[in-house]
């Protein structure tokens, strides 16, 4: 199989300040986010790559290496040096995670871990607009993209809102089967955070123990101000990220 990187437009300027390692490493992990290398592809033999360009082979090798350590490559014993993926980042709107894996050409998948009924807590309630102790619907999901765990989802609806079945869940997003349904989401008040990971988490998002997560809480509403939705999300750090565009004040 030809070797996929071999057929990209790579150079190095070697005027340039910047070290050659980083520079081929920036034009790799620019060809991954474009999709121009796809994950699954491999990466062929360092000394074809370092041949062509006129580098060394140690600092090809320092190249991938630093992909490996974004998470972007991966070296598997008796198959070389693969693609894993691009990072996905989200923009701060109101969207669903499934639908910016999508955008992102991520092949989403999720796994129903509950799905059931509980009371609400003080903090769901006053979130759902809902008395103390009055039942919510609860749903606990892991999303993957190319069955690799991205993120864990917990999110809080008013009883009766929508009818979640197990199987839709697992086909679709959340936010699409309450469109479908007829709900019409308005807007959203969003928070954002960081800790490490449990080591449950650890263990679900197949992250080591006391890895950084992102973490995001946000109570939806829709057209008619009624709050319809409470999530509180983790997500790998190392996979995942929040992009905010900042305008400056006149």
Excluded at 40 to 45: A, C, D, Q, T, V
Excluded at 136 to 143: D, G, T
Excluded at 182 to 207: C, D, N, P
Aim: aromatic share 4%; glycine share 8%; net charge neutral.
């Amino acid at each position: 199989m030809a070797d996929p990187a071999l057929s990209l437009e790579l150079g190095v300027d070697r005027t340039s300040p910047v070290p050659l390692y980083f520079q081929l490493a920036q034009q790799l992990e620019a060809a991954i986010e474009r999709g121009r290398l796809t994950p699954g592809s491999l990466l062929g033999n360092e000394i074809d790559l370092a041949g062509r360009l006129g580098l060394s082979r140690p600092t090809v090798r320092q190249a991938i290496q630093s992909l490996v350590d974004k998470g972007l490559l991966v070296r598997r014993r008796g198959v070389g040096t693969q693609v894993v993926h691009s990072q996905v980042k989200r923009p701060l709107e109101l969207s669903s995670l499934y639908d910016d894996l999508l955008a992102a050409g991520q092949r989403p998948t999720t796994r129903v871990l509950c799905n059931d009924t509980v009371p609400a807590t003080a903090g769901i309630a006053a979130a759902l607009a809902v008395p103390e102790g009055s039942e919510v619907q609860h749903i606990e999901r892991l999303r993957l993209a190319y069955d690799e765990p991205m993120a864990h989802l917990c999110n809080y609806l008013p009883a009766g809102l929508l009818a979640l079945d197990t199987d839709r869940l697992e086909a679709t997003g959340l936010y699409r089967m309450m469109r479908a349904a007829g709900i019409t989401l308005h807007s959203a008040r969003q928070s954002v955070g960081a800790r490490a990971a449990s080591a449950a988490e650890a263990v679900r998002l197949e992250e080591a123990d006391g890895a950084p997560l992102l973490t995001m809480q946000r109570t939806t509403f829709d057209s008619t101000g009624r709050a319809v939705e409470y999530g509180t999300h983790a997500y790998r750090a190392s996979r995942y990220a929040f992009e905010f565009q900042l305008l400056v004040r006149p």
